[in-house]
């Protein structure tokens, strides 16, 4: 088994396949800009209780806080600066209350998770993972409240930047996630028809788009009426969709382009502080790059980290 010591000291050992493309040239290049991406970063407060399933689990979430904060310290020291931030879900670690009332008459998670990310010097855009539902506990709608007022957050919503399109799906918002519903199953995402004729209509716009959407695509419903679902619509705008990116499985893994465009499932911060992308995007000639994917050791939590 590769524990994390072993996978820096292999790393160390063999800094040649591990070779990342240099941040910048001497000369930066107007056409392009760069943006980060992290995921599962589960933040806690002094109401969590545990333990998780397994020691492994619960001793890393008495972590979280401080490996978010040691990504953000090297995203936040690079150069040419970061210009956004995307967090793919799982902002924080469940609910401590179903009363909403209780958010605003404690600090819980969720104001650790916003004093947080506001520490970054960009901007941090995030995502709803399963973490930021409970089914049993906090209604969707209740969620949903809590993020507009805590966070100033849709459920799902999108950002463009310099002329590309920055997407945040929300796969707990069809049929998989409706309690009482025959097609209940919270290990399935869905979206639901609404949201999936807005995505229709963010990718119309033809401009390079990054998809975020929490669950993989191998476990969210491919169809959800009639022919109609997000790998359907994922598929067919693949030319305009640059990479799709998901968290949920704390791993980092490789689709490749199953589903169309190259999808990648991230590692989380929650686990290993050097769980981040650094992306390099190219507005004129509309591709990017993932610098330090070299780095990322496959199908672990792990990932080398950062030398500038």
Avoid: C
Wanted: net charge neutral.
């Amino acid at each position: 088994m590769i524990t994390r010591k072993n996978f820096l000291r292999i790393a160390a050992a063999g800094g040649a396949s591990l070779a990342v493309r240099p941040f910048a040239s001497a000369a930066p290049d107007p056409s392009k800009f760069y943006f980060a991406l992290i995921a599962d970063t589960h933040i806690i407060d002094g109401f969590y209780k545990g333990p998780e399933s397994n020691a492994e689990d619960t001793e890393s979430m008495f972590k979280t806080t401080d490996r978010l904060e040691s990504a953000r310290g090297v995203i936040n020291s690079l150069q040419p600066r970061i210009e956004q931030v995307f967090l793919v879900g799982d902002y924080f670690h469940d609910y401590p209350s179903p009363d909403i009332d209780f958010y605003f008459q404690n600090e819980t998670r969720l104001d650790r998770a916003k004093a947080l990310t506001d520490g970054f010097k960009m901007p941090v855009h995030a995502g709803f993972g399963n973490h930021d539902y409970s089914v049993k506990k906090m209604s969707r709608e209740n969620s949903h409240e809590l993020f507009r007022r805590k966070f100033g957050l849709k459920p799902y919503y999108s950002v463009e930047h310099k002329g590309w399109k920055f997407i945040h799906l929300n796969n707990f918002l069809g049929d998989t996630w409706t309690r009482g519903h025959a097609k209940f199953n919270p290990a399935m995402g869905s979206l639901g028809e609404e949201q999936l004729n807005w995505f229709e209509a963010e990718l119309s716009q033809n401009k390079p788009s990054f998809v975020f959407i929490h669950y993989p695509l191998s476990i969210v419903a491919p169809l959800e009426v009639k022919d109609y679902g997000v790998h359907f619509l994922i598929k067919r705008h693949r030319d305009t969709i640059q990479r799709v990116v998901s968290g949920h499985w704390h791993r980092w893994f490789e689709f490749g382009r199953s589903f169309g465009p190259q999808h990648l499932v991230m590692a989380a911060t929650r686990y290993d502080p050097n769980a981040y992308l650094i992306v390099e995007a190219d507005t004129k000639a509309v591709k990017h790059e993932l610098l330090n994917i070299g780095l990322v050791d496959w199908n672990t939590h792990f990932s080398a980290p950062w030398k500038a």
